[in-house]
């Protein structure tokens, strides 16, 4: 994140000397992005942050995808994933199951009931949406409180687990990148403009890191290797717990945004979608539609026209209200419907119509769109409701 932040005990000066009352030196890491040129914070840890015991292999879920072939827009129902009383024994980790996915960025879904052991993601940020439920991540930074409609914002790395309170329903966008908001919405010294729809007063940061004692803890971490999509799984057991950490600065650390500080663009006409966007990642955007006063040229067409996705492969995910464009399709809260590069798509039939004077849509969604085609993988396959692609022909 852009913005400075520090927290619990520091030093005056960075890379000088840090000791606790009894003399003992505090150890600095620094985190840093894009080999110490990019967004960095440092770190003060009692015990050594590099030292291991040991390591094993943590076999990851299902990490393969398939094409798209033949090449259809889909209806994925993620609903009909950890069906009855299955979620209560999952974590918002190891149980994650893989929707979509390609060489950029991988959407999974888990609901989760039990507490994550601790993990890393070494390959890129996640950004993952809350779409129901409340709990608490713990990071290395301090703890973040989450709720339904968060956005949170993991960078790479950063040791962190979830604490669910009761049931918690994640939706898990993983980038091979960083995330950041929109390069758009910021100065060219990182502030948020006036023109953005958020701003740097509706993001949570964590609170002072809390210190756990501990010996052989374990660390799941998710990194690069020779498994499905270049992914491997390692868990190191550690002497000392990693949250150790007595302070901290800088401007890389996790954070929360909720979608109902996303204050809407709109006009006198259909806006496109870049205007809903609400992060950025390599060769892939995040959007939000949420409830808002629509069109009002007296003219106007309320909902979507018909667009081919030249560029890019379009994954709606919908998490509340009514859909006006995808009325009839059977399309519904905890729907995802691809629309992908090659097909041309829009409202349902009889939608244009129904949607002629409307002055207000009630919807929620979270939108990525991927600049290369993306996969089915074992999730987005078993959920597919086969019958999507043929509700334009009713």
């Given at each position: 994140?852009?913005?400075?932040?520090?927290?619990?005990?520091?030093?005056?000066?960075?890379?000088?000397?840090?000791?606790?009352?009894?003399?003992?030196?505090?150890?600095?890491?620094?985190?840093?992005?894009?080999?110490?040129?990019?967004?960095?914070?440092?770190?003060?840890?009692?015990?050594?942050?590099?030292?291991?015991?040991?390591?094993?292999?943590?076999?990851?879920?299902?990490?393969?995808?398939?094409?798209?072939?033949?090449?259809?827009?889909?209806?994925?129902?993620?609903?009909?994933?950890?069906?009855?009383?299955?979620?209560?024994?999952?974590?918002?980790?190891?149980?994650?199951?893989?929707?979509?996915?390609?060489?950029?960025?991988?959407?999974?879904?888990?609901?989760a009931?039990?507490?994550?052991?601790?993990?890393?993601?070494?390959?890129?940020?996640?950004?993952?949406?809350?779409?129901?439920?409340?709990?608490?991540?713990?990071?290395?930074?301090?703890?973040?409180?989450?709720?339904?409609?968060?956005?949170?914002?993991?960078?790479?790395?950063?040791?962190?687990?979830?604490?669910?309170?009761?049931?918690?329903?994640?939706?898990?966008?993983?980038?091979?990148?960083?995330?950041?908001?929109?390069?758009?919405?910021?100065?060219?010294?990182?502030?948020?403009?006036?023109?953005s729809?958020?701003?740097?007063r509706?993001?949570?940061?964590?609170?002072?890191?809390?210190?756990?004692?501990?010996?052989?803890?374990?660390?799941?971490?998710?990194?690069?290797?020779?498994?499905?999509?270049?992914?491997?799984?390692?868990?190191?057991?550690?002497?000392?717990?990693?949250?150790?950490?007595?302070?901290?600065?800088?401007?890389?650390?996790?954070?929360?945004?909720?979608?109902?500080?996303?204050?809407?663009?709109?006009?006198?006409?259909?806006?496109?979608?870049?205007?809903?966007?609400?992060?950025e990642g390599?060769?892939?955007?995040?959007?939000n539609?949420?409830?808002?006063?629509?069109?009002y040229?007296?003219?106007?067409?309320?909902?979507?026209?018909?667009?081919?996705?030249?560029?890019?492969?379009?994954?709606?995910?919908?998490?509340?209200?009514?859909?006006?464009?995808?009325?009839?399709?059977?399309?519904?809260?905890?729907?995802?419907?691809?629309?992908?590069?090659?097909?041309?798509?829009?409202?349902?039939?009889?939608?244009?119509?129904?949607?002629?004077?409307?002055?207000?849509?009630?919807?929620?969604?979270?939108?990525?769109d991927?600049?290369?085609?993306?996969?089915?993988?074992?999730?987005?396959?078993?959920?597919?409701?086969?019958?999507?692609?043929?509700?334009?022909?009713?």
């Open positions: 994140m852009a913005h400075y932040r520090r927290a619990g005990n520091i030093p005056a000066k960075r890379h000088t000397q840090h000791r606790d009352a009894d003399g003992k030196l505090y150890y600095e890491e620094l985190m840093g992005e894009e080999g110490f040129s990019s967004d960095s914070s440092l770190l003060y840890h009692r015990h050594v942050p590099s030292a291991v015991r040991s390591a094993h292999t943590w076999q990851l879920p299902d990490q393969a995808v398939s094409g798209n072939e033949p090449l259809l827009p889909r209806h994925l129902k993620l609903h009909d994933l950890f069906a009855g009383q299955e979620w209560k024994s999952c974590d918002a980790v190891r149980d994650r199951r893989l929707v979509l996915g390609n060489a950029d960025v991988r959407i999974n879904y888990v609901v009931g039990t507490a994550s052991p601790l993990y890393r993601n070494a390959t890129g940020d996640e950004c993952v949406y809350v779409e129901s439920g409340s709990g608490v991540v713990e990071t290395v930074f301090g703890d973040l409180s989450v709720k339904t409609g968060d956005y949170v914002v993991i960078p790479r790395a950063t040791t962190h687990r979830w604490v669910p309170s009761g049931m918690l329903r994640l939706y898990a966008i993983e980038a091979n990148s960083h995330i950041a908001p929109p390069k758009r919405y910021l100065s060219r010294y990182g502030q948020f403009l006036e023109s729809p958020y701003c740097e509706d993001l949570r940061t964590p609170g002072d890191p809390q210190l756990v004692d501990g010996e052989n803890v374990e660390v799941y971490i998710k990194h690069r290797g020779d498994g499905p999509a270049g992914l491997s799984g390692t868990v190191h057991v550690l002497p000392h717990h990693p949250f150790d950490v007595v302070g901290w600065d800088g401007c890389l650390y996790p954070y929360v945004f909720n979608i109902a500080d996303f204050e809407p663009i709109t006009g006198r006409v259909h806006q496109p979608p870049p205007v809903h966007q609400v992060f390599a060769n892939f955007v995040i959007c539609f949420v409830p808002r006063k629509v069109d040229h007296p003219l106007a067409v309320a909902v979507p026209y018909y667009h081919a996705n030249v560029d890019s492969d379009e994954v709606m995910f919908y998490v509340g209200g009514d859909y006006e464009a995808r009325k009839g399709s059977g399309i519904n809260v905890g729907s995802i419907s691809l629309h992908p590069g090659g097909h041309s798509h829009g409202p349902q039939p009889g939608a244009i119509e129904g949607s002629l004077g409307v002055e207000r849509f009630d919807e929620l969604a979270v939108m990525v991927t600049f290369r085609p993306l996969g089915l993988g074992e999730a987005g396959r078993l959920c597919d409701d086969g019958v999507y692609a043929w509700t334009w022909a009713r």
